[in-house]
């Protein structure tokens, strides 16, 4: 039991994170159904006319992370409910 609490907040935070490997199954012509079976549900959206663009936070691979940064932010955006465009967002500094 002593060594499950310390691994509990770690695996709480990795299942709240989408995983490169589902981003590369994103492809033009999905549904939102298909995108939220492979991403989860989106960290943001935006909303216009027949536009919708979705934001993720996926967790990098092993061998990409640095302590400073661990996740990069990726983004789907649904025209009439299909994907058109997707790819990594661009990071703002502060």
Known sequence: MKHVLPALPVA???????HTASLDQIHAGMDRSQVAALMGSPETTNNTAGHECATYTVTKDFWSRVPWSMTDRYYVCFTD????TFGKAEQTSG
């Open 81 to 84: 409910g299909k994907v058109d």
């Open 12 to 18: 709480l935070l990795a299942a709240g994170c989408v």
